[in-house]
């Protein structure tokens, strides 16, 4: 299949871009990596002849160095640090470990102890109180009832109660992944929608979450170790401009990402937003395009606009720059979000961690009926394609196409979600075994191909992101 992006990038380019980007380490917010990230994705906008204009922020970074876990005098492989939790010094905490139920109250029992919570991967909540499904392709695809795996499960159950960590007293937390193999839950920077903890916690899988169970019931002691830092940083948003052909209209189209992530698809919209910029660049739109490049999706309690936890970073960068879309200089009459290019589905498949398609399911929301279809128009001639469109529902609507909903923007995001995507890859590669170019370069021709079927509706023919639904989500 031949694609209009061929005159400016290949697949050669991306996948030289995206080994750029795995070379900058990991990437979260503010660190050393993202800022270098940041400036290099700049450097390409300007050889490009592209000025960029930035939002510059400072805020309390947490970073941890070394987490380690020892039970009766036995190291236990620890398979993350809970980000935002709470630090010790290099001697770390010791307390009798005490296993506790996942509440307020069964913290505060575990006072003075290291409290150890089994954390159950999801299967009794049903994903239509979170999504409401538009349509798919192919049409048989249908939403998993229970939205499973570590960024759902981890949100869900720990959102409400570990808040209250703080005020336990407990010495430190263990947490066990269960229901998840060992390989599934390695290395997930996960909680990052919670505010500071104080209290430190660590993730262990449910292989060595047996042994530390075992030891709590026989209130042995254990050595909790988090070492890190937390200190004033500094990270920064940007954004670049293509002025459209007509000059008598203020009207732009808005594509965003957010920077800051982990692993080869959290997060690379940044590279396919390059060469979205490149060939744009050479066939400018009637409207103005505005390339968003968004810091703090991974610090949310900082950056996110709004209390819903669902909130997220763009909201920030919009409040910062009203005039980019509320008609004082543009006026925004749609949105694509680009994030998770590229993803592999992969399972537990008998308990054993591996790849079960080619494809993972893309979860795309939509901010009307009208631009739903203007999506699978411009997904037509796809040879790739698992997709779902879904609509914001029950105040939940996660990606960073949510702001621009939130400010009645109908949107086109992209928010593919594999169990993979909060997850350092222990073995350095960025989990680049789970990418497919291939599916990269489709997904990145039909966001060139949406913003190109925007360009030619009125903004009537458009219209208005639709309000939240509510109630019981279609599935199917």
């Known amino acids: ?3 209009f992006l061929d005159e400016v990038t290949s697949k050669d380019i991306l996948l030289e871009n995206m080994r750029k980007m795995n070379s900058f380490g990991d990437r979260l917010t503010g660190t050393k990596g993202h800022n270098e990230f940041c400036r290099w994705l700049e450097e390409q906008l300007h050889d490009m002849g592209q000025e960029t204009f930035s939002n510059e922020y400072e805020f309390e970074k947490w ?34 470990l005490r296993l506790t139920g996942n509440s307020p109250l069964s913290f505060s029992l575990a006072r003075g102890k290291i409290a150890v919570v089994r954390i159950k991967n999801l299967r009794r909540i049903s994903s239509a109180i979170a999504f409401n499904k538009r349509a798919s392709s192919p049409e048989d695809m249908e939403i998993e009832k229970s939205y499973r795996g570590p960024v759902s499960t981890s949100f869900v159950k720990t959102l409400l109660t570990f808040p209250f960590l703080k005020t336990s007293k ?19 920077c996960l909680n990052f929608i919670l505010p500071y903890l104080k209290v430190p916690v660590v993730w262990v899988n449910e292989t060595q979450g047996k042994k530390v169970a075992e030891a709590a019931k026989a209130k042995k002691t254990a050595t909790l170790t ?44 940044g590279i396919g937003m390059l060469e979205l910029v490149r060939y744009f660049k050479a066939h400018p739109c009637r409207r103005t395009l505005i390339f968003a490049f968004v810091t703090g999706h991974f610090r949310l309690p900082v950056f996110r606009a709004g209390l819903l936890p669902s909130n997220q970073a ?35 498949k008998d308990g054993v961690y591996t790849q079960t398609n080619d494809v993972a399911a893309e979860l795309v929301y939509t ?31 996660f990606g960073e196409g949510q702001p621009l ?49 925007l360009d030619e509706k009125s903004k009537k023919e458009i219209g208005r992101s639709q309000p939240y639904s509510f109630g019981i989500g279609r599935l199917k």
């Open 226 to 269: 988090l070492t890190g830092s937390l200190e004033m940083a500094k990270t920064y948003s940007f954004y670049t401009v293509i002025e459209g052909t007509d000059k008598t209209s203020n009207e732009a189209v808005i594509i965003n990402t957010h920077t800051d992530g982990c692993n080869f698809c959290e997060e690379n919209g």
């Open 170 to 188: 407990v010495k430190g937390v263990v947490c066990i992944w269960e229901g998840m193999s060992d390989e599934m839950v390695e290395g997930q």
């Open 1 to 3: 299949m031949e694609y």
């Open 314 to 348: 763009t909201g920030r960068w919009l409040n910062d720059n009203k005039m980019l879309w509320n008609g004082e200089k543009y006026k925004a009459v749609a949105g694509c979000s680009v994030e998770h290019l590229g993803c592999t589905e992969w399972k537990d």
């Open 405 to 453: 909903s939130k400010k009645g923007i109908p949107e086109i995001a992209l928010v593919t979600a594999p169990d993979y995507l909060c997850s350092v890859d222990a073995a350095g590669n960025a989990h680049m075994d789970k990418f497919n170019l291939e599916l990269m370069y489709q997904q990145l021709h039909t966001f060139a191909r949406c913003i190109m079927l």
């Open 367 to 397: 901010g009307n009926k009208k631009v739903d279809k203007i999506y699978y128009s411009a997904a037509a001639d796809r040879t790739l394609l698992r997709t779902i469109t879904l609509r914001g529902h029950n105040t939940m609507h």
């Open 63 to 96: 970073e941890a160095k070394r987490c380690a876990l020892n039970v009766g005098g036995e190291d236990i492989h620890v398979s993350s640090a809970f980000h935002y939790s709470g630090l010790t010094g290099e001697e770390g905490v010791e307390g009798e």
